[in-house]
């Protein structure tokens, strides 16, 4: 019932910026924390950051703390990712999710990230 909706890949260079958004929709009501995750080629799914819709706390893995940032817009339903300072090993699809206390976790299709050398 939860849907989701990733916008904002792209190409970028090594030092570089790029924005992600997502958007959830459906049975928003019930949903208490919005974030991202990626993955690599040949590598597993890995947490990047979340947000709690109610209040705004925050959590990031260790590897983007200090150069990502995620924010929120809950009239929008919508959370942002800004990524900066950008690594060759940011390069990832990143995967949009939403925790829903009534029906669990969601996942979006994903957009790709590409971190050029």
């Known amino acids: 019932q939860v849907q989701l909706a990733e916008s904002g890949g792209g190409l970028v260079q090594a030092g570089g910026s790029l924005r992600l958004s997502c958007t959830v929709s459906?049975?928003?009501?019930?949903?208490?924390?919005m974030g991202w995750s990626r993955q690599a080629p040949g590598q597993e799914r890995e947490f990047v950051a979340h947000?709690?819709?109610?209040?705004?706390?925050?959590t990031y893995a260790d590897s983007v703390k200090g150069r990502f940032t995620i924010s929120k817009d809950n009239a929008r339903n919508t959370v942002i990712l800004e990524m900066n300072n950008l690594r060759p090993e940011d390069t990832a699809v990143y995967y949009c999710?939403?925790?829903?206390?009534?029906?669990?976790?969601?996942w979006g299709q994903g957009t790709q990230v590409t971190v050029s050398s």
């Open positions: 999710t939403a925790y829903d206390t009534t029906t669990g976790q969601n």
């Open positions: 459906g049975r928003t009501f019930t949903v208490y924390t």
């Open positions: 947000i709690i819709l109610s209040g705004g706390g925050t």
